[in-house]
């Protein structure tokens, strides 16, 4: 589902994030991604996501070497995969359902099929009851399982999250990880970055460690 | 955070989807979504506006000002224009011949004038005709029957070919130099200095209505573009999730769109009142010249087509604002 082929980021400012690296995620598969920070965990998703593009090397995302993509196919790349951010990146004018419909009313649904499906989603959160809520109303575990069903509404192939448990205490982190195993046992490929180290553990889950933008580990189920 | 009780047990267990719905969206946009993203666009833009009266209403003002200026120069040019349309058609020349010459000399010369080719027609006046004539229309008929002789000469009406645009007709120059003439009178000169400066006149109107109208372009993009300022981390998330740029400029061009009609209602109603405060004295100006002419309101045609051209305006400010700040598909 998703590949790295020798891939080297540098950024303008000659930072050099990510350096040669190789790693093959299959469909389905869910991994964590961490180490310490300046690793190159966030840049290894934003390359996912094409926020950022590979200096050399190629990204592969469901057969297509993203790379070269063109800058015009970019937000239909995007609609294929779920993201999850550390401050949950909320539209605080708008209301909690409004928030989870965003993508589909990017992509164009009818507003019958748009309504049954954030509700789908905010059940699955289990916030259905908070549609009409104001996000600045909500809790930080809520406010991030907002985004959570924001970033699964459109049923993506991919599901990418950056630091989603950072604001969160462990209990919370616990049942936001546990949500994304869910998402896995469906078929979803998932790719979590975090520094959490204990909980990733915890999971039982496939963990790539980068250090300085080079692969140090990478533990398989079983393994550990 | 503390003292939450737990919470995962209103986490449902999800079910597995079918392979359809699994696909990401890609089918092309059918209509009726198509137009419900119009219509969002459309409405949620003029709610923002709406939810701040007072910024709004300034824009607006400032556009419909700066679109109301011109509109009120054009009204009066044209004004100016129909005031001056009643002589346009003075092109004719008058010819006093000297008061020793004869009927003859003035019938004489009448036919030869008339043989010239870029003369149209000649009408010949004699002295008693202008008496009767001046009788009639003087009302001093009986101060004229004072007079012992006809102190009128012979008077040639020419009417010329209209001459090249800014010329005299070559007549005239034939005309002074003939003997037996005492004056000739060629209205059309200044009729033409007129129309010159009408001209001028109504080419500054248009380099105004130039100025202005990208005045009230900048004001709308500045306007604009410091909306895209204060919605920047709403941008960049419809960016991150796949919103097209045609997603993330709508509703910045709805909301140009809106204030260039704002404005264009402005720009009316400020034309019109101005109109309304002078239609008083004006029409007691008019009064006494006979109702000869009347004042001209904006054309309606023009009126009609403000809404059109500042909306379009807007349109075009929200347009290059946007092309300009919203770095497409780089939302950090």
């Known amino acids: ?66 790379g070269a993509m063109r800058q015009r196919s970019v937000p239909q790349h995007r609609r294929g995969i779920g993201m999850v951010f550390q401050d949950h990146r909320l539209l605080m004018d708008r209301s909690v359902f409004d928030n989870v419909a965003l993508p589909l009313v990017i992509a164009g649904l009818a507003r019958e099929e748009i309504g049954k499906r954030v509700r789908a989603a905010l059940d699955k959160v289990g916030l259905l009851d908070r549609d009409r809520a104001a996000p600045i109303t909500l809790s930080t575990g809520e406010q991030q399982r907002v985004g959570i069903a924001r970033a699964i509404v459109a049923k993506p192939a991919v599901l990418i999250a950056d630091e989603p ?42 963990v790539i460690v980068l250090d300085h933008g080079r692969l140090l580990d990478d533990f398989r189920p079983g393994a550990l | ?126 002295p008693q ?50 003997s037996g003439v005492d004056l000739v009178q060629y209205d059309a000169s200044w009729r033409r200095r007129l129309g010159a400066i009408l001209e001028l006149a109504q080419r500054g109107v248009f380099v105004l209505a130039g100025l202005l109208g990208l005045a009230t372009l900048l004001v709308v993009g500045n306007t604009v573009r410091m909306d895209i300022q204060a919605r920047a ?28 009609l704002f404005a264009g209602a402005f720009a009316l109603i400020a034309v019109f009142a101005v109109q309304f405060a002078l239609s008083g004295p004006v029409g007691q100006l008019l009064d006494s010249y006979d109702h000869r002419f009347v004042l001209q309101g904006l054309n309606p045609l023009a009126a009609a087509s403000v809404p059109f051209v500042s909306a379009a305006l ?3 400010g929200a347009m290059l604002a946007t092309a300009r700040h919203l770095a497409e598909g780089h939302p950090e």
Do not use: C
């Open chain 2, 129 to 178: 005709e202008g008496l009767d004539e001046f009788r009639a229309m003087s009302g001093f008929a009986d101060a004229l029957d004072v007079l012992k002789y006809n102190p009128l000469p012979n008077v040639l009406i020419v009417t010329p070919r209209e001459p090249a645009r800014g010329q005299d007709p070559a007549v005239l120059a034939a005309l002074k130099a003939e």
């Open chain 2, 233 to 260: 981390e709403e941008i960049a998330v419809m960016q991150l999730i796949g919103a097209s740029p045609g997603f993330v400029r709508r509703p910045f061009l709805y909301t140009g769109i809106w204030y260039g």
């Open chain 1, 165 to 206: 448990t950072g604001n969160l205490d462990p209990q919370l982190s616990a049942e936001i990880m546990q949500l994304f195993a869910e998402f896995q046992q469906v078929g979803t490929t998932v790719v979590v970055a975090s520094h959490d180290l204990p909980l990733v553990k915890r999971m039982g889950k496939r």
């Open chain 2, 314 to 316: 807007g349109w075009l």
């Open chain 1, 1 to 66: 589902m998703i590949r790295f082929d020798q891939v080297t980021k540098r950024y303008a400012s000659g930072h050099e994030a990510l350096h040669e690296l190789s790693l093959e995620l299959g469909a389905g598969e869910m991994a964590f991604i961490t180490g310490h920070s300046g690793a190159g965990k966030s840049t290894l998703l934003k390359l996912i996501a094409l926020i950022e593009r590979p200096t050399r090397g190629h990204v592969t995302v469901n057969g297509q070497n993203i």
């Open chain 2, 1 to 126: 955070m503390f003292g939450r009780k737990p919470t995962g047990n209103r986490l449902k267990p999800t079910t597995a989807p079918r392979p359809a719905e699994r696909a990401a969206p890609r089918q092309r946009l059918g209509f009726s979504s198509w137009r419900d993203q119009h219509l969002y666009s459309l409405f949620s833009s003029l709610g923002r506006l709406v939810a701040r009266p007072w910024a709004t209403a300034l824009t607006a003002l400032v556009m419909g000002l700066a679109l109301a200026l011109p509109l009120l120069f054009l009204v009066l040019l044209n004004n100016a224009r129909s005031l001056s349309g009643g002589w346009q058609d003075a092109r004719e020349i008058t010819v006093f011949m000297q008061p020793a010459s004869d009927d003859a000399a003035a019938a004489a010369l009448a036919q030869k004038l008339s043989a010239r080719a870029d003369v149209v027609a000649v009408k010949r006046k004699t």
